[in-house]
């Protein structure tokens, strides 16, 4: 606390120099009023020769409190110290790159080329309209699953091949509408006719109406053998499909063709061993 001194120019003092045994120890400080008033020195007064480390301590303190005060004050403006950024060079423009032929250089194009179907093939087209079908009579099968057998190997096997199929009918829908053509073919003789009805019985390894109307009303282990049997053939069906597809010239060159082509291929080839199996164990154990 600052006590006020009687008689000087100096108008306060600390508190230490009031202190008895402090100033029993230490000379008269007769300079310490001799400081003008209104600077900030005589908030801070220096004890002379008699404190020189006191006095040292105070002035470091002093420094300290001035240079927070100020950085302070500066750092959310950047006064004292600016972070400098180096300029943002604008993003360059994308370069387009065409790759030669073996033996030929590469060409650059310009930024505003645009992507461009590859050419389609009439047989590509064909058997995306005829797996359709194909894929719809499965899911047509599986849906049948719930209401007939209790089997959960079934119903497992069922499930996924009912999830897959739905997802490739979609992709299959996508791609003949991203190039203008039917989902359903039409038959040669009536163009403006769809086949869609005609087609279950011209493609590969699709069940017959009798055959179909055999597993709506078998239940049990019956309907589990029935449904192994001719999901088996279905499948067999859509790999015969596959093959007629790559054997034509010209055909399942499309990137998104070859792919789904060759996925439906691997995935229903593994579906197969899995009913196989099914039907190699007792129908009881199954249950």
Not at 18 to 42: D, E, Q, Y
Not at 232 to 257: C, E, P, S, Y
Not at 276 to 282: H, I, N, V
Request: charged fraction near 20%; include cysteine.
């Amino acid at each position: 606390m600052l006590r006020r001194r009687r008689g000087h120019r100096c108008r306060f003092l600390p508190a230490w120099y009031w202190n008895a045994k402090v100033r029993r120890k230490l000379p008269i400080l007769t300079h310490a009023c001799s400081v003008p008033f209104g600077s900030m020195s005589h908030l801070y007064p220096s004890v002379g020769s008699a404190r020189p480390l006191q006095s040292k301590r105070i002035e470091q303190y002093r420094r300290k409190t001035l240079c927070g005060m100020l950085l302070a004050v500066s750092a959310p403006t950047g006064f004292l110290c600016s972070s400098v950024r180096p300029q943002e060079t604008p993003p360059a423009k994308p370069v387009v790159v065409q790759p030669g032929a073996p033996g030929q250089p590469t060409r650059t194009l310009p930024p505003s080329t645009r992507a461009t179907l590859p050419p389609r093939s009439q047989a590509d087209v064909e058997f995306m309209q005829g797996m359709i079908t194909h894929h719809s009579q499965a899911v047509e099968m599986t849906a049948l699953i719930v209401s007939h057998t209790e089997n959960k190997g079934l119903h497992s096997l069922g499930s996924r091949i009912s999830r897959s199929q739905s997802e490739e009918i979609k992709f299959m829908r996508r791609w003949l509408a991203a190039r203008g053509e039917p989902v359903s073919m039409a038959t040669p003789s009536m163009p403006n006719m769809d086949m869609s009805r005609e087609a279950m019985a011209l493609m590969p390894g699709m069940l017959t109406p009798e055959q179909m109307e055999a597993l709506r009303k078998a239940k049990g282990a019956e309907f589990d053998h029935l449904f192994l049997t001719g999901m088996i053939q279905h499948h067999n069906g859509a790999l015969a499909m596959v093959k007629d597809l790559f054997d034509t010239a010209g055909a399942g060159q499309d990137a998104d063709v070859f792919n789904f082509a060759t996925d439906a291929d691997n995935t229903q080839r593994a579906e197969i061993r899995i009913m196989q199996t099914m039907l190699e164990k007792p129908l009881e154990e199954k249950r």
